[in-house]
Each structure stands twice: as C-alpha cells, then as structure tokens.
C-alpha cells in the first residue's frame, strides 16, 4: 500500500500498486524507494495506466506517471525545463517550489536538485509521443522565459509545439518582457499559431504591466492567471486577451 500525492504535495488516494510489466530492476527499485512510492514519481520509469479504482491500480507499457495532471484548467503538464528563482511577491507561495525541495538530495528522483533550474533536453519530444490532442501546460515547474534558461533551448520548445500540433500548449509566465521579446523575434511576419497560447500571472497591481508586454507581444490567444491575489489589480485592461 503507498499513498498518492498530487503535485501540490496533498494526499490524493491510498493504492494498492499491481504491476505487470517486465522492468523487474525497476519495480524492487520502486518498491524499495519509500521517497519515489510517496510521490508517485515512481523510478518505473514508464507504464500505462490501464486501470484504476479505489483499491487497485495496474500498470502495464508505457506512460509517464506525472503527465496526467490535477490542475482544473489543464489535462497534462510538460516540463522541459524545471525549477526557478523567485522573482516577485506571487512566488512567496510557490507550489513548484515547496515540492521540488522535499526532494532535494533524494538519489534518482526527478527533483534530487531540488528548485535549481535544470534544462532536460530529453523531455523536449515527449509532446510528439501523446497521439491524442490534450491541453498541455507547460513548465508547471518552472518558468520558460526564465533568463537562466538558453534561447536555443525555448526554441526547440517552440518546434516541437509547431510540430505537434494538435495539442493546445498553454505557456504562463511572471518574465513578460521576456515572453514579449521572445515571441515577437520568432513571429515577425504572423502571430503565434492558435494552439499556442500565452498568459501571463498578475498578483497584484504592481504586476499589472505583465498585461501589457503579453499585450505587445505577437500571439493569436492570450490569457491572463489572476491568481494568487494578494492584493487589488485595479482596473485591468482586457484589450486582445
Ligand atoms: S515564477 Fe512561477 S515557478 Fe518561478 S518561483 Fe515564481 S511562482 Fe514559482
């Protein structure tokens, strides 16, 4: 029996695990890992989930385990890049943050380095591999247009994105000016394509010039995240978003 957390850290459900797959190393590896069994990041480093209720969970083949996510307004979560540095009072409470620095020093987990920006370029196709068209949020656990993060590395971000295209990408950010720059240089002769979508976090009225970098920058869908609210926004301008 071990229990299940969601990516805020909660408990989400207790399961009995039933694995029939041929990764025996990584199913004693599993088993053996108490830190990896608490997260649901299971060293099993891919399988299907082909059946689940209250009491039971099969795993068989292959899907990672953290794609499927818990946020209301996503289906999936796509982190090629992890980690971040705060850069405004919205971060005081950062989710990504308190989760990945449980894991800080635990050998093999995902998050053994903790919040400290990390690029994972063998992520950058998984988005290829998902046949079925699903709303993608990506770097839950980071910000993209961090400045640590390579130009050439958020590009081939982007080609995947243009690739696969049938999915929706949904890229929020606190570095507007960044996100701004970005997709402005990339789309100089049309906007964005539509299934990309840009949003930008605004907290507080100090955050309010965030709406007008996404604003000038050149997408066809732009949204806002007005959340956590830690103080009033004013009056927004909702022009183009
Ligand atoms: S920008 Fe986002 S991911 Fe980075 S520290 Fe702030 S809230 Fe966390």
């Known amino acids: ?56 969970l099969h795993l068989v083949g292959s899907v990672i385990m953290a794609d499927k996510s818990t946020i209301e307004w996503t289906d999936t979560t796509w982190n090629p890049v992890t980690g971040c540095t705060k850069i405004s009072a919205g971060c005081d409470n950062c989710y990504a943050a308190r989760f990945s620095e449980r894991f800080r020093g635990v050998p093999g987990h995902p998050f053994q380095n903790g919040f400290d920006l990390t690029v994972r370029p063998e992520r950058l196709l998984q988005p290829l591999d998902w046949k079925k068209p699903r709303m993608i949020f990506v770097n839950s656990m980071s910000d993209l247009f961090h400045k640590a993060v390579p130009k050439a590395h958020i590009a081939r971000v982007f080609d995947t994105m243009e690739r696969a295209d049938w999915h929706i990408y949904q ?30 976090s605004v907290e507080n009225e100090q955050a309010t010039t965030r709406v007008t970098h996404l604003q000038k920058a050149n997408a066809a869908v732009r949204f806002l995240s007005v ?13 183009n978003v």
């Not at 929020?172 to 949003?199: C, V």
């Not at 959340?227 to 022009?239: F, M, S, T, W």
């Open 171 to 200: 890229i929020l950010t606190k570095r507007s000016s960044l996100l701004q720059k970005f997709i402005n240089d990339r789309y100089k002769e049309r906007p964005a394509p539509p299934h990309i979508w840009f949003g930008v």
């Open 1 to 56: 029996m071990v229990s299940s957390y969601d990516t805020r850290g909660q408990i989400t459900r207790r399961f009995q695990i039933v694995i029939q797959i041929n990764t025996i190393p990584e199913i004693l590896d599993f088993s053996l890992n108490p830190a990896a069994a608490r997260t649901g990041h299971f060293k099993l480093p891919r399988a299907i989930l082909v059946e689940r209720n209250w009491n039971r």
């Open 227 to 239: 959340e956590p609210l830690i103080g009033p926004v004013g009056k927004l301008n909702l022009r």
